[in-house]
């Protein structure tokens, strides 16, 4: 049975940093695609970032702040964010494709509980 777990997540003021970890197991995802989607409380679930392969891509909001990362032999994602700002708030998910993935989450078989980060101004 696929799993992913998320850790990392916790409250942070803005401008610090956190480390989003995803800890796949179940399946090896090494050739598939992976991404990062988060939900703020009211809004719908929107993509952050995702590693297909060698590539990866990023939203618009959190480009140059945020960097993804996998270990493949750990079968393990990662999301570093920098420059946190209050508008980062949302519980963040991890997400696993079988295939390249995308920018959407329809794109997506597996996924994480989530994990809360919260950023205070």
């Known amino acids: 049975q696929v799993q992913l777990v998320e850790s990392g997540g916790g409250l942070v003021q803005a401008g610090g940093s956190l480390r989003l970890s995803c800890a796949a197991s179940?399946?090896?995802?090494?050739?598939?695609?992976m991404g990062w989607f988060r939900q703020a409380p009211g809004k719908e679930r929107e993509f952050v970032a995702a590693?297909?392969?060698?590539?990866?891509y990023y939203a618009d909001s959190v480009k140059g702040r945020f960097t993804i990362s996998r270990d493949k032999v750990k079968n393990s994602m990662y999301l570093q964010m920098n420059s946190l700002k209050p508008e980062d708030t949302a519980v963040y998910y991890c997400?696993?494709?079988?295939?390249?993935?995308?920018?959407?989450?329809?794109?997506?078989?597996?996924w994480g509980q989530g994990t809360q980060v919260t950023v205070s101004s």
């Open positions: 179940g399946r090896t995802f090494s050739s598939f695609g």
């Open positions: 997400a696993a494709a079988t295939g390249y993935g995308g920018y959407h989450a329809s794109e997506y078989h597996y």
């Open positions: 590693i297909s392969w060698s590539d990866t």
